[in-house]
């Protein structure tokens, strides 16, 4: 099974690709912030159109909203999230909540973000140091895998 998860951030998304368990492929698709918000949900878009059609995976796991402070982040964050569920919609898709990663990454809903570091770079065997965006899409491939595994 192809699982891939989506740590979504307009500046900065992250991905992971897992296959049979182990890291497969992984990046960062990073947009220009002084672009129009039009072109960097588009470099978003096509960036993990291309990932979609590379990978083929079966299943993509990304985070969904939370309402935080900052309401221009949280629409922002919208539109970036909007893409990225039209390029990855021949796939089975899963919304999960932070708190359903970190209970299925680390046991706990309320880890920290060094505790989820470290289950992940444990778990997927991964070099410590990588990027907090692909720490977080392995994250969600994690859960991804094992709802696979419950199902």
């Given at each position: 099974m192809h699982i891939l998860g989506i740590d979504c951030g307009l500046s900065a998304t992250g991905y992971a690709i897992l296959r049979d368990g182990c890291v497969a492929s992984n990046g960062i698709i990073k947009t220009d912030k002084d672009n129009s918000l039009a072109s960097r949900i588009n470099t978003i878009y096509l960036g993990i159109k291309e990932i979609v059609d590379r990978e083929k995976p079966d299943l993509t796991v990304?985070?969904?909203?939370?309402?935080?402070?900052?309401?221009?982040?949280?629409?922002?964050?919208?539109?970036?999230?909007?893409?990225i569920l039209l390029a990855t919609h021949n796939t089975r898709i899963y919304e999960v909540t932070p708190a359903e990663v970190k209970k299925a990454v680390t046991g706990n809903g309320r880890a920290s973000k060094q505790q989820v570091r470290y289950m992940v770079e444990r778990l997927l065997n991964i070099p410590h140091g990588i990027s907090e965006h692909i720490v977080d899409a392995c994250a969600c491939a994690l859960w991804g895998q094992w709802k696979m595994k419950q199902s």
């Amino acid at each position: 099974m192809h699982i891939l998860g989506i740590d979504c951030g307009l500046s900065a998304t992250g991905y992971a690709i897992l296959r049979d368990g182990c890291v497969a492929s992984n990046g960062i698709i990073k947009t220009d912030k002084d672009n129009s918000l039009a072109s960097r949900i588009n470099t978003i878009y096509l960036g993990i159109k291309e990932i979609v059609d590379r990978e083929k995976p079966d299943l993509t796991v990304i985070e969904s909203l939370f309402f935080g402070k900052n309401l221009k982040t949280l629409v922002s964050l919208a539109h970036a999230r909007g893409v990225i569920l039209l390029a990855t919609h021949n796939t089975r898709i899963y919304e999960v909540t932070p708190a359903e990663v970190k209970k299925a990454v680390t046991g706990n809903g309320r880890a920290s973000k060094q505790q989820v570091r470290y289950m992940v770079e444990r778990l997927l065997n991964i070099p410590h140091g990588i990027s907090e965006h692909i720490v977080d899409a392995c994250a969600c491939a994690l859960w991804g895998q094992w709802k696979m595994k419950q199902s």
